[in-house]
């Protein structure tokens, strides 16, 4: 079982001295979470809140993913860097796979994207994107980014991107690994499908393991079930060992979860938020390991 310290709702200033500490105490990577902007209301509701509202205030950080990986790699030796999540069709491709393809080959290999379809229409709409065909083009592009992640010439004819041959670069000295992530059937066929691990929401640990058996279920469907496969789960019932072992059994690699808040509540102080990252490292990383 890997940790991966999420930095959901983080005072961006405060990562550049976690990250390194992460990096010397086993954590296996940090993650972060994806929004442009923040309107004051939404036509869209929340869809993780029985209520519809989000979980987050007004005037919360949201850095750029991979602006942030980016200068937080020339920070750290080993840690890598994921997302809960990108939301992909909210760019255009080719930026995007550029970014992320440079945050690769400036970490060495340390990035895993973790892609969304996104929920807020109000954001793809200022980005000029269409929410409505979100999920088909976000097939699309991660077919487009791991061709142009080859280095080499390359051209795609698809029902939303066709482009001649073209090559981008600097690529990648190793594959990118694409997670998916979402609760939602087409989320799930899309992880099947297309992708090497699959990230869930706040869920309860049965709900992820049944959402594991289901996918499980569609990758034989689809003659994917000999390649590699990773889990990156936030479950709301597991917080030691014991629980963390069974979901480990159920084939669940990676738990996704901040730390600080088990020792020093919801403090925006960050010599305690360090001390978190310490802290929970030594009484569940090491002893897992």
């Known amino acids: 079982m890997k940790f991966v310290l999420s930095t959901s709702f983080s005072t ?30 939404i036509s869209t509701p929340y869809p993780y809140t029985e209520d519809g509202n989000r979980r987050w205030q007004a005037f919360t950080d949201w850095p750029d993913p991979w602006v942030t990986i980016g200068a937080l790699a020339a920070l750290t ?20 796979a550029k970014a ?31 929410f409505s065909n979100r999920g088909r083009r976000t097939d699309e592009m991660i077919e487009i980014m791991r061709l142009l992640w080859s280095g080499e010439w390359v051209e795609y004819q698809g029902q939303y991107y066709q482009f001649d041959a073209m090559e981008m670069n600097p690529a990648p000295t190793q594959p990118i690994p694409l997670w998916v992530g979402g609760i939602s059937k087409p989320a799930m ?3 099947a499908r297309l992708a090497d691990g699959w990230v869930s929401d706040l869920q309860t640990s049965a709900e992820i393991i049944e959402s594991v058996a289901y996918i499980a279920e569609l990758r034989r469907e689809y003659g994917r079930e000999h390649l590699p496969f990773e889990v990156m789960a936030t479950p709301s019932d597991a917080f030691d060992i014991d629980a963390y072992r069974r979901l480990e059994e159920a084939g ?20 305690l938020k360090i001390d978190g990252v310490k802290r929970y490292a030594e009484d569940i990383i090491h002893k897992m390991s």
Do not use: K
């Not at 890598?80 to 995007?96: C, D, G, S, W």
């Not at 400036?106 to 994107?129: H, K």
């Not at 669940?252 to 020792?263: A, E, G, S, V």
């Open 12 to 41: 961006v200033s405060h990562l550049t001295a976690i990250a390194p500490v992460a990096d010397e105490c086993g954590w296996e990577a940090m993650s972060f979470s994806d929004h442009v902007v923040h309107p004051r209301t």
């Open 77 to 96: 030796r080993r840690l890598r860097f994921t997302n809960n999540v990108f939301v992909l069709a909210m760019r255009n491709p080719y930026i995007a």
């Open 100 to 130: 992320i393809s440079t945050a690769a080959v400036i970490s060495n290999n340390r990035v895993t994207p973790a892609l969304g379809v996104g929920w807020s229409s109000d954001e793809f709409e200022l980005m000029g994107q269409d």
């Open 189 to 191: 066929r899309r992880t």
């Open 252 to 271: 669940i690699t990676h738990i996704l979860t901040m730390p600080w808040p088990f020792y020093h509540g919801d403090t925006e102080d960050p010599e």
